[in-house]
């Protein structure tokens, strides 16, 4: 890796450029930490808990369920399931029977839950016995190829006099009337089936997940990962991280078999939640707290800040809007923070502000890092020590990645250090492409240096020492009478400002320039602001091209289930407007 950007004083001592020993079947993680920690606890819900050797049993039994339902190698099978303690052993249960798990956004309404499903050619899924998701899946299926159907209830993760309580009171949720041939989880776990026989698994060709796409750049798409692809990457983590274990230790790899717990604050359907938090808490043998509904508490996310002062977490891996949830409860000060470790961010940029508030609050450290779903997904990270992260970038390519920046037209020319271009990735983390769609896949890869890269559609460039700094998407660029606008840098100035919770830059139609930007802000609770006093606070701070021509406050912004805001609903916005 001679001549890289990245090989700078500031890489992190020890941490090694290549990687091996990835090309294993994804589902040995947690074969292998039931074997090396049986009676360490994996899943803790509601204070229920479940042992590696005893999810292990049930991912067993999940598999041998799916075999006896004709379920074959590379048969695709649905996950309709928010974060319970069913997911980690219906998404190994998936793999060891040769399955592909199919990912699926819980709060999909049926009509997009109905495109997945037909998209993918599932066969099985697995939803939650809930009035609102069971009947989901009831009509997402018409006119698939689903033939199984498991409805998961809660009832039997919970402790013993929870579980009686909540029956006794009708406090367990329940879809109600099921439909005859539909099979309870509960009932898959009472009999006696085991896993098949080994399935014979390519860990380099045959895909372990589809996961798919948030739409943002059109209809979703599958990102067809094989089990190399996220064992590569759970590696590549593994080797990166080197942190303070306990206060006053030195850095070192983030340490094994139940010493930490992780907070599982983001969704596992989203590649960022399921490989950084769920399959990372497994591949090291370490807790995992299932947290299925983050907003839950009054005030929203409080029993997010409950579940970290309880089961003491310590690592939490979050996108920007839950560390400004974090840092903004109006309740933050009474709960107990300080077990909390190492904190990574990703799925959004991370404005600075937020980054130095959120440390300042909590004592805890925090480092970005950034990958995309197609990347299984990580491709850079800060170091996790503070000496050496740089605020504001997304640090150096992890472990057995190579980047380069391309020009933005063709994505064929490498363009010197320093100059903004199309960010293209190398890696074992790479997919094999967009599942179904070969014209698709052909126009995101190219051939350099008779390496396959794959183009990310974000722009950026390598600053002098060697960190990755994003600019923007490359479709979210504003022209501005022939001046690029990058959105993220006027939020970042935004993000300075102390009423500001939330800041979004989208371009609208502009007479004059073509384009003009336009900030949306959701204020912090309790203040109050004008646009005046915005437009002003903008004029010292930004060329006069990029500031913004008009400011609309919302209560609240639109994201994503993982907390990214969603510039593209503000921009349809504008588009209806305009048409109107």
Avoid at 262 to 273: I, Q, R, T
Avoid at 397 to 407: A, S
Avoid at 536 to 562: H, N, Q
């Amino acid at each position: 890796m001679a001549n890289k950007p990245w090989e700078s004083p500031k890489w992190p001592a020890d941490v090694p450029h290549e990687i091996s020993g990835y090309e294993k079947p994804l589902y040995s993680v947690l074969d292998d930490s039931a074997r090396d920690y049986p009676n360490q606890v994996f899943t803790i819900f509601n204070d229920a808990t479940r042992t590696y050797a005893q999810v292990k049993q049930a991912a067993d039994k999940v598999a041998g369920f799916l075999a006896s339902r004709g379920i074959r190698k590379g048969d695709r099978v649905a996950i309709f399931l928010p974060n319970l303690p069913h997911f980690p052993i219906v998404f190994f249960g998936i793999l060891k029977a040769g399955g592909v798990c199919v990912t699926c956004n819980p709060l999909y309404t049926a009509h997009e839950l109905n495109f997945q499903l037909n998209d993918a050619g599932a066969k099985a899924v697995f939803c939650m016995d809930h009035p609102a998701f069971y009947p989901t899946t009831l009509e997402a299926i018409k006119g698939t190829q689903v033939e199984t159907v498991v409805i998961c209830n809660v009832k039997s993760f919970l402790p013993p006099i929870k579980g009686f309580l909540g029956g006794l009171l009708g406090k367990i949720p329940k879809a109600g009337k099921h439909e005859p041939g539909h099979v309870f989880f509960d009932d898959i776990m009472k009999s006696a089936q085991h896993a098949p026989g080994p399935v014979d698994i390519e860990p380099l060709e045959d895909l372990a997940v589809l996961i798919y796409t948030g739409g943002t750049t059109g209809v979703p798409k599958g990102a067809a990962l094989t089990h190399a692809n996220i064992a590569s990457n759970l590696t590549m983590l593994d080797e990166w991280t080197r942190i303070q274990n306990e206060p006053g230790a030195p850095l070192e790899k983030a340490r094994r078999g139940g010493f930490h717990c992780y907070l599982g604050v983001l969704p596992w359907y989203h590649s960022f939640g399921l490989t950084v938090c769920m399959l990372a808490a497994c591949s090291s043998g370490n807790r995992l707290v299932c947290i299925p509904d983050p907003r839950a508490g009054n005030p929203p996310f409080t029993e997010v800040l409950k579940a970290v002062q309880h089961y003491k977490a310590t690592v939490v891996p979050a996108v920007p809007t839950i560390f400004v949830a974090f840092t903004n409860h109006p309740l933050l000060d009474k709960f107990d923070l300080t077990s909390i470790v190492a904190c990574a961010s990703g799925g959004a940029p991370m404005p600075v502000e937020v980054a130095k508030r959120f440390e300042a609050k909590t004592g805890a450290v925090i480092f970005e890092g950034y990958g995309l779903s197609e990347t299984s997904p990580i491709v850079t990270t800060n170091p996790t020590e503070k000496d050496n992260r740089k605020f504001g970038s997304v640090g150096f390519p992890i472990c057995g990645t190579d980047i380069k920046i391309v020009d933005i037209d063709t994505g064929m020319t490498e363009l010197p250090p320093g100059e903004d271009g199309e960010i293209a990735i190398f890696g074992p983390q790479v997919m094999k492409g967009y599942w179904n769609k070969p014209e698709e896949t052909a126009n995101v890869f190219r051939l350099l240096d008779g390496k396959r890269y794959f183009l990310t559609g974000d722009v950026g460039h390598f600053d002098e020492d060697g960190f990755l700094l994003i600019t923007d998407r490359k479709k979210d660029l504003i022209l501005v009478g022939g001046f690029n606008v990058y959105p993220r840098d006027v939020e970042e100035i935004l993000y300075t400002h102390p009423k500001v919770a939330l800041a979004a830059v989208v371009g609208v139609p502009d007479p004059k320039s073509g384009e003009a930007p336009k900030a949306y802000i959701q204020l912090k609770p309790g203040e109050q602001a004008t646009e005046e006093e915005f437009l002003e606070f903008c004029k010292d701070k930004m060329a006069g091209y990029k500031r913004p021509r008009s400011i609309e406050f919302r209560e609240t912004l639109p994201t994503s289930v993982i907390g990214k805001v969603l510039r593209r609903v503000l921009k349809d916005e504008e588009r209806a407007k305009s048409k109107g």
